[in-house]
């Protein structure tokens, strides 16, 4: 479900993309949810899959609803790296939430980035986020979409994410890439990158871990040396592939 939310208070409130909230419902809990729009007249977005207490209290709000909203948390996506390069978005499930307006940002944009391409799968049709949004950025963008397991109404691609990264058209010098998705996901499609030229560098991937404070002080989202609240979400692959390698990090 996309909430739209109107803050009541957004003084001095910068959020860029990728970067999340933490959001908090009173007596249930609070959960980071990824910014996935930023609106001009200060309105943000957030696309939230109900999976426990929270998130299902989340989806459950109605226009009028109240919710705590704290941050912005973590770092960004680099956006100012793929000025004048091409900028290939990898995408799979409710990672295309904090990527939103990242594509948003490169569309609105124009001439400053030679092109833009999304890759992005979902486990079926049904799954699949921002259908019409998916239709207008075909438009402006290579776009290609696939589902893990087709219905009967389907007619595009069947496979998983990283089998569309052989049918992008990558220059590797002049190509940024910016990814969020399943952690085997974001490893295969890496992978696959790199064998086709491109620098651990020019990999931006966006990480998931179970959060409480948000800001650095807990401890619970350590992954090896980092805190993904605090240095994440949004790293290098340079910097994380060691630790991706490694089993239940
Ligand atoms: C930086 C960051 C950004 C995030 N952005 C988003 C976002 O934009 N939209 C969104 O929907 N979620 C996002 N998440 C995940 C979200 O925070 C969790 O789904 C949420 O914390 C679940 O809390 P809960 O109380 O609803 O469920 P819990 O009671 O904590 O979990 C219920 C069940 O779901 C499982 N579960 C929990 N999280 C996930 C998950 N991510 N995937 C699959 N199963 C899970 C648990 O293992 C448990 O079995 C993000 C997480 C991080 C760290
Ligand atoms: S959530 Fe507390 S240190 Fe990251």
Do not use: N
């Not at 899959?49 to 226009?63: D, E, F, L, N, W």
């Not at 994410?161 to 910016?178: E, G």
Request: glycine share 12%; charged share 20%; proline share 6%.
């Amino acid at each position: 479900m996309t909430l739209r939310l109107q803050p009541l208070d957004a003084s001095g409130m910068t959020i860029e993309p990728g970067q999340f909230l933490m959001v908090y419902l009173l007596g249930i809990g609070e959960v980071p949810i990824s910014v996935s729009g930023i609106d001009d007249d200060g309105t943000l977005s957030i696309t939230v899959r109900a999976v426990g207490a929270v998130s299902r209290a989340i989806c459950a709000s109605t226009p009028g609803s109240v919710l705590g909203l704290r941050g912005p948390c973590g770092t960004a996506w680099p956006i100012v790296e793929a000025r004048g390069r091409h900028v290939l978005v990898v995408a799979g499930g409710i990672g295309l939430a904090p990527l939103r307006p990242l594509i948003r940002a490169v569309l609105d944009a124009g001439g400053a980035h030679t092109g833009l391409t999304v890759l992005y799968g979902a486990r079926t049709p049904a799954d699949l986020l921002y259908r019409d949004e998916l239709t207008r950025w075909a438009e402006a963008a290579r776009v290609a979409v696939t589902v893990d397991r087709a219905d009967s109404s389907w007619r595009g691609q069947v496979g998983v994410v990283p089998k569309l990264i052989a049918t992008a058209d990558v220059d590797p010098a002049a190509t940024r890439v910016y990814m969020c998705g399943p952690e085997i996901m974001m490893r295969l499609s890496a992978e696959a990158l790199i064998a086709r030229g491109l620098s651990s560098d020019a990999i931006y991937v966006s990480m998931e871990r179970h959060m409480e404070c948000g800001v650095g002080w807990c401890g619970h989202c350590q992954l090896g040396p980092t805190l993904v609240c605090r240095d994440g979400p949004v790293y290098p692959y340079s910097r994380l592939a060691p630790l991706m390698e490694v089993r239940e990090l």
